[in-house]
Each structure stands twice: as structure tokens, then as C-alpha cells.
């Protein structure tokens, strides 16, 4: 960037904006630029909101997800299956689970995966307090829905190991051949994780 093209103000915001994760300079000058355009009542809109998020969003207390109170909108929901559990790596997962209206169960957010390369193990996520939510007899199966990539992958079968003893259902997410999608374009390893995963019909 160009620091003599752009007042300070407009560096600084174009420098924030670049702190994001997969915005590069191009794409902060862009963001910048439409908050300049924004009118006054637009861009206030937008500062609030991000200050509220700020002080109000929390995690729940019993399944991590994001929440405006104690507990999130799902753990308050009594219409959900709670011998259900669905464990996943972050809030955005619980998102895109609900997105799909298929999933009735209450869920488990670890707040990250296994990664030893980066120095994330087990005491850095919220493991010890789903062993905990399994202790007492209400959960029957265990839904693991951690990405399939190296690390998600390591996450499933380390929390499988802790969860066998308790004599509960454990499940996995799922992984294979997209809805639609062609055989001949689908790369070795999901082949195989389609037919490792495949079902009676």
C-alpha cells in the first residue's frame, strides 16, 4: 500500500481491515472504501454493532457456543433431543449444522482442535467438560462432527478413546461424495472415505 496515497485515517482502516483473516490489501481497500461511501447513519449502524458483539457475546456456559446470556439459544430450547450430542470444532460448525434442518440434538463446541505441530492439545480445549456432560447417563450417542482434515481427524479419534468406556453410541460425521458430484473428479482420499462410509440401501 501506498502510504502517501491515503489520508491516515484511511490507512489505519485499510490496516485493520487487513488483520482479518483471508483479506489481503486489495480487499481491505475495497472495505475501506465502502465504509467511506456508507452514509453517517450506515456507518454508525455498523460501529455499534461491532461494540455490541464486542460486550455482549460470550460463550455458553454448558456447550460453548456463542451466546448472549448463560446459556445459548439451543441449550434453552426444550424441544431439542438432549440424549443427542454433536461435537464440533467451532461455533460457525453449529451454524452450518442447523443450516442443513436435519439435526434435533444439543451440541458440544471444543473451541478448536488437536494440533500438536502448533502446541493445541487436549488441555486447550473444552474436552475435560464434554467428559463431564457425558458422566451422567442422559447422553446416549455422541455425534463426532470434527473436519475430516489431519488434525479434525486426529480430534475424532482422541475424544473417541476418552468416550468408550461410557458405553455410549459414538458416531461420525459423514464424509464422501458431495451431493451431484462426479466420480471422475473426486480425488483418492474422499473416494475412500465414501467407501469406508458407505451405507445399506
Keep these: 500500500m501506498n502510504k502517501l496515497s491515503y489520508a491516515r485515517s484511511m490507512q489505519s482502516l485499510i490496516k485493520e481491515f487487513s488483520k482479518m483473516p483471508g483479506i489481503g490489501t486489495k480487499t481491505a481497500e475495497r472495505l475501506a472504501f465502502y465504509v467511506l461511501k456508507l452514509p453517517q447513519q450506515d456507518a454508525e449502524h455498523l460501529s455499534m454493532s461491532i461494540l455490541k458483539v464486542k460486550s455482549s457475546i460470550s460463550f455458553c456456559k454448558t456447550c460453548n ?3 448472549e446470556g448463560e ?6 430450547d426444550g424441544g431439542r433431543d438432549r440424549s443427542l450430542l454433536c461435537v464440533v ?11 442443513a434442518g436435519k439435526f434435533n440434538g444439543t451440541y458440544h463446541v471444543l ?7 502448533d502446541g493445541i492439545g487436549p488441555e486447550a480445549l473444552k474436552i475435560n467438560e464434554l467428559i463431564e456432560r457425558t458422566r451422567g447417563g442422559r447422553i446416549k450417542e455422541v455425534l463426532i462432527a470434527t473436519n475430516s482434515d489431519t488434525e479434525g481427524e486426529t480430534t475424532a479419534l482422541y475424544i473417541t478413546k476418552l468416550l468408550r468406556p ?3 453410541k459414538i458416531t461420525r460425521l459423514a464424509h464422501g461424495i458431495p451431493v451431484g458430484g462426479d466420480l471422475k473428479y473426486a480425488d483418492q482420499a474422499t473416494l ?4 469406508e462410509g458407505r451405507l445399506e440401501i
Design 71 to 76: 446459556l445459548c439459544l439451543i441449550c434453552r
Design 166 to 168: 461410557f458405553r455410549l
Design 111 to 117: 473451541l478448536g482442535r488437536l494440533s500438536p505441530l
Design 89 to 99: 470444532e467451532e461455533p460457525n460448525d453449529v451454524s452450518a449444522i442447523e443450516k
Design 192 to 195: 475412500m472415505k465414501a467407501i
Design 65 to 67: 457456543n456463542l451466546s
